[in-house]
């Protein structure tokens, strides 16, 4: 493509006016750069510098974080005390609760264990031991109380177990015990013999009750050998007889052999060993009684003396 002519005239003006363009560029101002700064420019905030504090602002900002602190602390204690106020204001509400609630619990406790014990089959008699005997059969106890077999432990029936016990002479006491969870025992207490007591042709062994334990034909020592008026063991006699021998100690009371009362206050009884007499008068003053003839007995042994008297404990006699 052929390139268009321009005038002479033209193009030379073209190139005055470009120039007159370059000649009014206004040159690049440098900063001047401070010395020590070299390659960085200068900050007008570079030469300001933050004030000292003083004493006086220094200690007030020391008495502003105090007094901070302080209000922490007492806002602290204040919420202390009000809670331990609200406590002590609400301790008697807080106790009641706590009874109730323990009470219904137990409450609780109590109706599970008897729906448990009604129902469950767990909780029936199934064994009945019978404790504490020596003269009474416990088969023949047990075999009575059959009946209770497959009752709920807390509905065994206590008046039929006092039935079938009053028919034993020989038992005195009883007492019941329910052992979870299929076990029924009975604990006996049995009459303790004191004396015997000539009836007729036998002789008793009789309790401190008078209710006869044994019956034997023949009078077989073991224990002492009772006689009262008319044998008869609801009399004044009866009871101080053996109210004496209760209250003798067991190395007295093993030696004797047998008693005579004819009222409450002339017991004398026999050493079987020895064949002394000893006149005991009333149950009363038992211990002092109990004294003086131990210290008769050592100064006068058998053979010295066959009878000692301590009845009356202020003059004590040996014959």
């Not at 007030?60 to 922490?72: T, Y």
């Not at 009789?206 to 009078?219: P, R």
């Not at 007889?241 to 009371?253: D, F, K, N, Q, W």
């Amino acid at each position: 493509m052929k390139r268009p002519d321009f005038p002479l005239g033209q193009d030379s003006s073209s190139r005055e006016s470009s120039r007159a363009r370059d000649a009014r560029v206004t040159p690049v101002r440098r900063l001047p750069v401070r010395q020590g700064h070299v390659g960085r420019m200068a900050s007008p905030r570079a030469d300001r510098r933050k004030p000292r504090e003083t004493s006086a602002a220094r200690r007030h900002r020391e008495d502003a974080a105090d007094a901070r602190h302080a209000l922490r602390e007492a806002r602290k204690a204040r919420k202390a005390f009000e809670r331990n106020e609200v406590r002590r204001f609400t301790a008697r509400v807080r106790r009641r609760r706590q009874a109730w609630a323990a009470a219904a619990l137990s409450l609780i406790a109590v109706i599970v264990f008897v729906i448990v014990g009604i129902f469950s089959p767990v909780m029936r008699v199934q064994t009945i031991q019978v404790t504490g005997t020596t003269r009474v059969d416990p088969v023949a106890i047990s075999t009575q109380l059959a009946d209770q077999v497959g009752q709920p432990l807390p509905l065994v029936n206590v008046a039929r177990v006092e039935e079938v016990l009053r028919r034993q002479t020989l038992v005195e006491s009883y007492s019941i015990e329910s052992r979870p969870p299929n076990t029924l025992i009975v604990h006996v207490v049995e009459r303790q013999p004191v004396i015997y007591m000539p009836a007729g042709l036998k002789f008793e062994l009789k309790d401190a009750a008078g209710v006869t334990i044994e019956s034997v034909t023949e009078y077989p020592g073991g224990f002492p050998l009772l006689r009262v008026p008319n044998d008869e063991t609801t009399g004044v006699a009866f009871t101080a007889a053996v109210g004496v021998l209760r209250t003798l100690p067991s190395e007295i009371r093993d030696r004797i052999s047998e008693v005579t009362a004819t009222t409450a206050d002339d017991v004398v009884f026999t050493f079987a060993d020895t064949g002394q007499r000893v006149f005991w008068g009333s149950v009363e003053e038992a211990a002092l009684k109990v004294r003086s003839l131990i210290g008769l007995m050592a100064n006068w042994p058998p053979g010295s003396a066959n009878e000692y008297d301590v009845s009356s404990t202020d003059n004590v006699v040996v014959r």
